[in-house]
């Protein structure tokens, strides 16, 4: 599980030379590979959160059961996904800054490969601290005509 290696046919990545670079990058377009969430992981994820103490808990009796993957559990995979297709070959780091408009349109299972395709609407320049990179994210689910989440997704890139 993870991300899935065996066709990366469709993988669309964005990138620059140097960080300064990052004007460039507005109105491309990024597809991340299809990634499949981890049994173990989403247990750690529920642990670490404390939603497996939660006291109204998702089960076999209600219309979700219990391979749901919890929305800020996907909001917390878009930088991990998002590495995977926007980066830049200088040195950098991209901090998370934040994420707008998220909405969480469709259940994920942990069994629902599910990608992130979307746009980069907006790179803003913050003088020394960089460069703010503002994406547009849709997390798509394999076999699904409708998404899982859509979200803005802000990265502020620095040097390292």
Do not use: C
């Not at 909001?75 to 200088?90: A, K, P």
């Not at 629902?112 to 907006?122: A, E, M, S, Y």
């Amino acid at each position: 599980m993870g991300i899935q290696t065996a066709d990366l046919s469709e993988v669309r990545t964005v990138s620059v030379a140097h960080p300064s670079e990052a004007p460039s990058l507005l109105g491309r377009e990024f597809v991340t590979p299809w990634f499949t969430m981890d049994d173990d992981r989403a247990e750690m994820f529920g642990k670490g959160t404390y939603l497996d103490s939660y006291p109204h808990r998702y089960g076999a009796d209600d219309a979700y059961g219990d391979d749901l993957v919890e929305g800020f559990h996907l909001l917390g995979m878009l930088d991990f996904l998002l590495n995977h297709s926007i980066w830049s070959e200088g040195p950098w780091i991209a901090w998370n800054y934040g994420v707008d408009h998220a909405r969480f349109v469709s259940v994920i299972r942990r069994s629902d490969p599910f990608r992130l395709t979307g746009t980069i609407v907006d790179v803003v320049d913050r003088g020394e601290q960089g460069h703010l990179v503002v994406a547009d994210v849709v997390g798509e689910v394999q076999g699904r005509e409708k998404p899982g989440f859509v979200a803005t997704s802000r990265a502020l890139w620095t040097t390292a």
